[in-house]
């Protein structure tokens, strides 16, 4: 007769150990979102209150639309790498945030941790418009005014890589294309 204690010890065990795993994946699945009370088209000045630890980086990354990565924070863990979030700013406004992982320590290139973020990605947005080229990956979604996309780049393994980006959604009319 099997004994009664430790079967109701073991079953106890296996629901505090799934009961962890649920808080573990909801904390994961959280970590993806944009900082609390982060949000684009906030200022400078309103980032730093609700961010105080960020830091001006000292040579702005320059994208098209007079966007500068001007602020950075501190590095957060997403789906096993250490992703490094900087903040663009064009016209006094937030309009981009950028964590970027590098990924060439991983034996995949960062696969693991891109199929990971467009799981979440499909949670928090539904379905994905997607491309897959040799070397690389991407993943992208639309969510009221943001544009959402994770890119996995591992054609060069020195340089593998995985981007998640919130940015602002700009709508062209046609004929501007």
Known sequence: ?????????????????AASAALLAAGALH?????????LGMSAEELRAVLPAAERVQRPQRLSG??????????????????EPTFF?????????EYVATAQATPDNGAAAFAALVRWG?????????????????????????????QQQAGDPRRASVRLVYKARQLRDG???
């Open 1 to 17: 007769m099997p004994n009664v204690r430790f079967i109701a010890s073991l079953t106890s065990f296996f629901r505090a150990l």
């Open 175 to 177: 004929s501007e294309l």
């Open 122 to 150: 499909r949670g928090a947005f539904g379905n994905e418009l997607a491309s897959h080229d040799p070397g690389s990956a991407y993943a992208a979604w639309v969510s009221n005014d943001t544009d959402v996309y994770v």
């Open 66 to 83: 007079g966007l500068a990565g001007s602020w950075r924070a501190a590095p957060v863990e997403m789906a096993g790498l250490l992703f």
């Open 89 to 97: 700013f064009a016209a006094s406004e937030l309009r981009r945030v």
């Open 31 to 39: 970590a993806q979102a944009l900082p609390a009370g982060v949000h």
